[in-house]
């Protein structure tokens, strides 16, 4: 059996008392009614689950309760459905949930299934055809339409035949649940057994969990480490999703945990009380949903009780898809896409359901342009993972995100997430800014914009400066500086932007001065060159030169900027040609003399201690060479010539 185990879960739904739990144990040979109050009444109270094995195939079946007072335990087991067994009497017909079940499993997404026409040894032929009509009309236009409808009697195995070809026709239809995303298990039971500690139950929607995975149960936030596995009751070491499991967590309290908890690895998930859902209403219900109106909200095995606010108008009628955020009285935990279904609070029924968009941390204010198209991007997005991942790159706050950020932004495992990202950067979505580091690539090209628009405003504002300092170019294109570094590399490398003296232009960007700043410039410039060693201190250049003062100002500044003129402090300005020239210098003398005394150094330059000791003090800090006390070493790089 372990070799023909697949991830594939059917599910029972229908009227209490038209057989569900009977062809369930004629199917399988288990009864799944296994509490007292089960037998004693005759009916199903709690969830029951079973092993099968068809078309080869073993496969697991989940018997829901068919009473009206229990309809929050058939949704539990409903959300684990991959196909349905739509269980309805000859005698009794359509009854009230035969129809609200077969609400429920449309508003989860459920898309395959069949009809089991039960006790056909208590309904004549006429009676059955009859109730085979009436199924027609009610399954038109339902995902059920066209779907075989099967009689049999689970008292004399009539028509069981029939029955499991279309079953073993369903279970080869069927697609199990993909296994990439993130293990996630909706409690349904929880027990202790003696000698292993606290036992959890459910059936995963996502991933799959080994023997010593670490865990974390929410919204309680406990860390455990899986002890052992059991799928369909057997021992494993490994539970997929999609197959009932049963996992041990040794040192938990079995008192601390619930139905509707959450079983999942640390790092992805978190409990939450608003969330924002794509709601349809059901169009057969007379039933109007007003702004603020007091729910029950369903999801996985949860129910709370909340608030929903209407995002796109107020009220929602019979038959509209709206956006709503509901505020829950308790946190519950649900990723992007799930399911869920919404009933009154009084009097209970179900009035619709969709699929949960997202989390959030408080009432979004739907009247904030733009808010609604964005929520609308969104729940259409995470319906499939790799447009919710392009999704949240398009939409992230800063241009670029980490790996590890975007995982638990979109709820997906890292190696899944390197497999959505090269197939988006297949397409031209997304871009690596640098190595673990992706953006959109509709971001990058805004950025780029922004970039070289902040460098022409700045070259027309300052034509005579050779570029932007890389710190004021960030600031004015509203990027980080990381985030603008990367961009103005990929703009360098299509030669649009050009780095000058440590500052960053546009490629087409050609300094310009006026003839009169040009000529102040070219003395100031001369003057330096001059006297190399002892230059003048910047407010002596002026007179020095014969240049106004603010010419001379300006001058000294653009000579700075173009690093032509290197600042030593203390407030000392040297030609660039003269401290290479210095070092050059100095690099030779130590290289034959294997030191250098600081005194020396004025007498190599023909110069006084005034500039000698701050130009020696500058190759230090530049790596050329090291302080001992009063003499110099040159640095291990600079030691062969």
Known sequence: ????????????????????????????????????????????????????????????IVDVPG?????????????GMDAVLLVVAADDGIMPQTREHLDILTLLGIERGLVALTKIDRAGPDRTAQVTADLARLLHGTFLDGAPVCPLSNVTGEGFDGFLQALQALVRSIR???????????????????????????IPVAGAAAVGDDVVLLPQGLAGRIN????????????????????????????????????????????AQWYVAHLRLLAQEAFTLKNAAQVKFHAGTSEASGTAYLMQGSPARAGDEVLIQVRLDEPLVAGPGDRFILRTASPPRTVGGGWIVEAEDRRVNRNRPGVVDDLRARAAAVRDDRTFVDYCLRRA??????????????????ARLQTLLQQLADAGRVATLAP????????????????????????????ASPGMEPDALAEAAGLSRPECEAVTALLRADARVVERAGRLARADHRPALADEDREALERVEALFLDRPFSPPAPDEVAAEAGVPRARAEKALRLLVEEQRLVSVPPGLLFHREAVDRARDLLVDFIRREGCLESVKFKYLLETTRKYAIPLLDHFDRAGVTRAVGHTRYLKAQWRQG
């Open 176 to 202: 199990p649940k993909r296994l990439d995303g993130v293990f996630r298990l909706p409690v349904e039971k929880v027990f202790s057994v003696k000698g292993y500690g606290t036992v959890v139950t459910g």
């Open 67 to 79: 009473h009206e007072h229990f309809i929050k335990t058939m949704v539990a087991g409903a959300t």
């Open 228 to 271: 052992a596995l059991q799928v369909y009751g057997s021992a494993a070491e490994k539970a997929l999703a999609g197959q009932c499991a049963a996992v041990n967590v040794r040192h938990w309290d079995a008192k601390a945990v619930a139905r509707g908890n959450v079983l999942t690895v640390p790092g992805f998930f978190a409990p």
């Open 436 to 463: 673990g580091l992706y953006a959109h690539t509709e971001r990058v090209a805004e950025a780029r914009a922004r970039v070289q628009d902040a460098l022409a405003a700045y070259h027309r504002g300052a034509p």
């Open 1 to 60: 059996m372990d070799q023909q185990l697949i991830n594939i879960t059917l599910g029972t739904a229908g009227h209490i008392d038209h057989g569900k739990t009977a062809l369930v144990k004629n199917l399988t040979g288990c009864d799944t009614d296994t509490l007292k109050e089960e037998k004693e009444r005759g009916m199903s109270i709690e969830l029951g689950h079973a092993p099968c094995t068809v078309a080869g195939l073993a496969v697991g």
């Open 397 to 414: 706050d800063a241009l670029a995100l980490p790996a590890a950020d975007l995982a638990r932004r979109a709820k997906t495992p890292p």
